[in-house]
């Protein structure tokens, strides 16, 4: 296994479950835009994607409309839903053992950077970070490849070997890829096992556990 040096993690899915809030969010954005959805386990595909992408997707919402979603989307979120939302297992503990031993920690999201702060600083994981890149509210370094990029701008000292991204959905393999650097795929979060063996990680891991085990191999 390479010895990486930074360890990219994606947020939703990845480090946290925000189902909660994110689905009563959407939910909230979409009775606003008159289209009733009872269920949020159909919003599940939410979590992870960009929100213009996921509305414009599933709901095919243009580009106005989807505009308009995120607006009502984020007077949820904003006051309540950033915050329904729990840490997954072991992962305080997976956080402070990586940054013992050296590793640099940076979180990489398509949620915008604003909101990924907060519920770092909420879930007091604030010190384990370096650094959280995340999009900006006008939707622009949405995809994962430029929040890679921008954060592969930011650590110029290092090369592409140093890196390593950790996410729940393609979009994370796929901004790895594109970027030139390795990529663990989890399959613990809200992207199917088809959805990350298709994206070809360089890893595929099932559980924190086994997350923790696998990145300190290479420091053994």
């Known amino acids: 296994m390479a010895e990486y040096k930074?360890?990219?993690?994606?947020?939703?899915?990845?480090?946290?479950d925000p189902k909660e809030g994110i689905t009563k969010s959407v939910q909230y954005a979409l009775e606003k835009m008159d289209i009733v959805e009872p269920d949020t386990d159909r919003l599940e595909t939410f979590i992870g994607p960009p929100l213009q992408v996921s509305f414009?997707?599933?709901?095919?919402?243009?580009?106005k409309e989807s505009i308009r979603a995120i607006d009502f989307y984020r007077e949820r979120f904003?006051?309540?839903?950033?915050?329904?939302?729990?840490?997954?297992?072991?992962?305080?503990?997976?956080?402070?053992?990586?940054?013992?031993?050296?590793?640099?920690?940076?979180?990489?999201?398509?949620?915008?950077?604003?909101?990924?702060?907060?519920?770092?600083?909420?879930?007091e994981l604030e010190e384990y970070f370096q650094l959280i890149v995340g999009s900006n509210l006008d939707g622009t370094r949405s995809s994962k490849t430029e929040i890679i990029?921008?954060?592969?701008?930011?650590?110029?000292?290092f090369n592409r070997r140093d890196f390593v991204m950790?996410?729940?959905r393609k979009h994370d393999i796929i901004g790895a890829k594109n970027t030139g650097i390795d990529s663990i795929g989890v399959t613990y979060g809200y992207g199917s096992q088809e959805e990350i063996r298709d994206a070809e990680p360089t890893y595929i891991i099932s559980s924190v556990d086994d997350l923790m085990g696998l990145l300190l191999a290479s420091r053994v």
């Open 6 to 16: 930074i360890i990219l993690f994606d947020l939703d899915g990845t480090l946290s």
């Open 56 to 63: 414009a997707e599933y709901y095919g919402f243009d580009e």
């Open 78 to 123: 904003k006051e309540k839903g950033m915050f329904e939302n729990v840490l997954y297992p072991n992962i305080s503990l997976l956080l402070e053992a990586l940054k013992e031993s050296g590793f640099v920690l940076v979180v990489a999201t398509s949620k915008p950077t604003i909101f990924a702060e907060q519920i770092i600083k909420y879930f």
């Open 149 to 157: 990029q921008y954060i592969l701008d930011n650590y110029t000292d």
């Open 166 to 168: 950790i996410g729940d």
